[in-house]
């Protein structure tokens, strides 16, 4: 099976950085989008950013020009650096990556445990 490990959550003061990690381990063949989501408490789970194997990206107008993702393909690694954050942006964060475990297997979307952020003002 695949796994996806997380790291890198804490506690941090208001303007300060954290830089996520998230790692796919497993029988994989290829990885295509990765990504990060996040849940606050009360609220749906919402997408904070994602890369394609190409490296394009996409991010929440939230987050744009404070977060910056980024991959590593060579250790199918997914990386979210935080900058400048606010106490909204603290929420439980959540690796996704869509794999393909042989070529001529569907691809599926497989999910971290999260981790969570806490951001203090």
């Known amino acids: 099976q695949v796994q996806l490990g997380e790291s890198g959550g804490g506690l941090v003061q208001a303007g300060g950085s954290l830089r996520l990690s998230c790692a796919a381990s497993?029988?994989?063949?290829?990885?295509?989008?990765m990504g990060w989501y996040r849940q606050a408490p009360g609220k749906q789970r919402e997408l904070v950013a994602r890369?394609?194997?190409?490296?394009?990206?996409n991010y929440a107008d939230s987050v744009k020009g404070r977060f910056t993702i980024s991959r590593d393909n060579a250790k199918n690694t997914v990386y979210l650096q935080m900058n400048s954050l606010k106490p909204e942006d603290t929420a439980v964060y959540y690796c996704n990556a869509f794999v393909y475990r042989s070529f001529s297997q569907n691809g599926y979307d497989a999910w971290g445990q999260g981790t969570l952020v806490t951001v203090s003002s």
């Open positions: 497993g029988v994989i063949f290829s990885i295509s989008t």
């Open positions: 890369i394609t194997n190409g490296g394009s990206t």
